[in-house]
């Protein structure tokens, strides 16, 4: 692992903005290449001004749709019984499609939302979406608004850390737990504040 770790790296560094989209799009296509490892490199590329922000959040934005609208083609058209029989020979574990399922059938289509913020989930919740067959827009909308916000805190989180930017794939579940944790407390506390207004 440590191996494909640094191919990725020497790939990122290399071709920049589009290795940056080329990767996002696998790992939202459900092959497994940690988010973290991708945009957090881009981050610390940024600090050392290889990068600019802007470029690398739309570089990882436009990878990350592409390979989410991929992965939701494949669970409508192919549907479950397609991805358990294939998903194998792209590394894609049962185990973890039947994780996403379980958030996505609790939650339905808020799930792509926010499970895009989740370890794990976030690279599978598009199968899910698509053998639901969940209205295209809406599932291009949300998982667009869960995907910005996650995917310019990693680059923010990577040119904060700059040559330690590699910290962030030892606290990436910590780190996804207390920004779900602290979403949530914004949204709540949005919601009461247009609650009291309008009670007035």
Request: hydrophobic residues 55%; positive net charge.
């Amino acid at each position: 692992m440590e191996q494909i770790s640094q191919a990725f790296l020497g790939f990122i560094d290399e071709w920049g903005y589009l290795a940056v989209s080329v990767l996002m799009a696998m790992e939202n296509a459900c092959i497994p290449v940690p988010s973290e490892l991708i945009l957090g490199f881009a981050g610390y590329l940024v600090s050392a001004d290889r990068m600019t922000f802007t470029g690398a959040m739309v570089a990882g934005m436009v990878g990350g749709m592409a390979g989410s609208i991929f992965a939701y083609v494949v669970g409508a058209t192919g549907g479950r019984k397609f991805v358990d029989k294939y998903g194998k020979y792209f590394l894609i574990k049962k185990s973890h499609v039947d994780m996403a399922q379980r958030w996505f059938d609790k939650y339905g289509i808020r799930a792509v939302f926010f499970s895009r913020m989740l370890p794990v989930v976030r690279t599978f919740i598009s199968l899910p979406a698509g053998f639901a067959r969940v209205d295209f827009k809406r599932f291009l909308l949300f998982t667009f608004a869960g995907s910005l916000p996650w995917t310019a805190l990693i680059i923010w989180a990577g040119m904060m850390l700059g040559d330690n930017w590699e910290y962030l794939l030892e606290v990436g579940h910590k780190f996804s737990a207390a920004f779900i944790i602290v979403s949530v407390a914004i949204v709540a506390w949005l919601y009461l504040r247009r609650k009291k207004r309008t009670l007035k």
